[in-house]
């Protein structure tokens, strides 16, 4: 096997173990929280100003309209997600696209003809109106990161791992079941 087929393999096996260790984001115990959203058992949604886990049964809030605070056992949430940002910025870069695409089109389709700077500001214009709408309109939307408990774990266990020796490459995938070490709540 060529030494860069052999690089190429081990870069990928290391893109496929990151990205299947980046997938979950757990709660800090002890750390403050600014705007989050809960699910409780209920399919009640609580949104809060303030979001502390005090230990590994108890949730601390602040309601977000009421200001009044709360507290939650962890059996009674289902979801957590904190607020990150909005979609501002993904909104803006479509809606300049989508201003500059409609104004070059009504532009090869225009019968009259006002020359090249007309039709350079009419792009431009174009791009930065639509951008504004765009904007204007992902700034509404907000972009939420969904949070898990630490202590809760599925019934199965998956590793992947590169397995190589010196005449062959390949991928260890493990797959275990093992219901003694699951926390139910």
């Known amino acids: 096997m060529k030494p860069i087929y052999k690089i190429a393999f081990t870069l990928s096996i290391l893109l496929i173990a990151v990205s299947a260790s980046g997938q979950i984001n757990l709660l800090e115990k002890g750390k403050k ?7 409780l058992k209920n399919n009640r949604i609580v949104k809060t100003r303030s979001f502390k886990l005090l230990n590994d049964s108890t949730i601390e809030l602040n309601h977000y309209l009421s200001g009044e605070y ?11 997600s904190e607020k990150k940002g909005s979609y501002a910025a993904a909104y803006g870069v479509v809606g300049a696209g989508i201003g500059l695409f409609s104004c070059l089109i009504s532009q090869v389709n225009s019968p009259y003809s006002f020359g090249p700077k007309f039709g ?3 792009a ?23 949070l898990e408990f630490s202590n809760r774990q599925t019934s199965y266990l998956i590793r992947i791992s590169p397995n190589y020796d010196l005449s062959s490459y390949g991928i260890a995938i493990n797959l275990g079941f093992d219901h003694s070490k699951t926390k139910q709540f």
Do not use: C, E, H, R
């Open 120 to 122: 350079v500001s009419v």
């Open 124 to 146: 431009f214009g174009g791009t930065v109106i639509g951008a504004l709408i765009g904007t204007a309109f992902g700034a509404s939307i907000p972009k939420w990161n969904s």
């Open 33 to 39: 929280y600014s705007v989050m959203k809960l699910q």
């Open 70 to 80: 709360a507290q939650l056992k962890v059996p009674d949430v289902m979801t957590i």
